[in-house]
């Protein structure tokens, strides 16, 4: 198995609700990423999970909570979201958690819509 | 910090070369090569490391002058499946990665 999924494809709720983002990998990365990616703008770099321990947090802020259960998975859980937040939320892995050295594998993305 | 690449956008008919750049103005530690189709997640193509090692596909050749901190990507002979936006991602201190801001490659038949 050589792919990041994601759930789900597509996310729209309001800016008083609360919903969680799921990313798996079954290639035994030991490090996850999160991204957050706008319409024709790279992807940037929110969380850093390295051996199910948050090792980057960029400054994101607390609305957006990371969690790491183990080794193969990986949650975003979102909290009073605002519309500014409607983005492409991308999920990656990779073999070690030195992310400038080892390739990372992207999930498909979770399209989210902050109303 | 954010690196920079070059063109912003091309245009080639199939069978023509490519060539898309990338700078940075720090000390970098490695380059990576991404693909994002419309709508689809980015594709590793390859990572480019100081001291010379190289990591990714056969079809895809890149160059990195550590000293110019600059990567150059080349695309020969495109096919229509080369269309995308192609990123680079520079490693910097603290095993991050950073992407430019993108270079969209149309492969026209």
């Known amino acids: 198995d050589t792919e990041v999924t994601q759930t789900p494809k597509h996310l729209v709720m309001g800016m008083t609700n609360k919903k969680s983002l799921k990313c798996e990998q079954h290639?035994?990365?030991?490090?996850m990423y999160w991204y957050k990616q706008k319409a024709k703008k790279p992807p940037e770099l929110m969380f850093v999970y390295s051996y199910e321990k948050l090792s980057i947090n960029e400054s994101v802020p607390s609305r957006f909570s990371p969690e790491c259960p183990n080794s193969s998975l990986l949650n975003l859980h979102l909290h009073a979201l605002q519309p500014e937040d409607s983005a492409l939320y991308l999920c990656?892995?990779?073999?070690?958690?030195?992310?400038?050295?080892?390739?990372?594998?992207f999930g498909p993305g979770t399209r989210l819509t902050v109303l | 910090q954010q690196p920079v690449q070059s063109p912003q956008a091309v245009i080639l008919r199939e069978g023509e070369d490519a060539v898309i750049n990338c700078s940075s103005s720090k000390a970098l530690y490695s380059v990576h090569w991404y693909r994002q189709k419309h709508g689809e997640a980015p594709v590793f193509l390859m990572i480019?490391?100081?001291?010379?090692e190289q990591k990714g596909h056969e079809k895809i050749s890149a160059s990195f002058n550590e000293k110019k901190q600059q990567s150059s990507l080349y695309l020969t002979a495109s096919q229509l499946s080369y269309s995308g936006t192609y990123f680079c991602?520079?490693?910097?201190?603290?095993?991050?990665?950073?992407f430019g801001q993108g270079t969209e490659l149309s492969v026209k038949p």
């Open positions: 290639m035994g990365h030991r490090a």
């Open positions: 480019l490391l100081k001291g010379g």
């Open positions: 991602g520079t490693g910097v201190t603290g095993g991050k990665l950073i």
């Open positions: 990656a892995s990779s073999p070690a958690p030195q992310p400038s050295y080892n390739e990372q594998f």
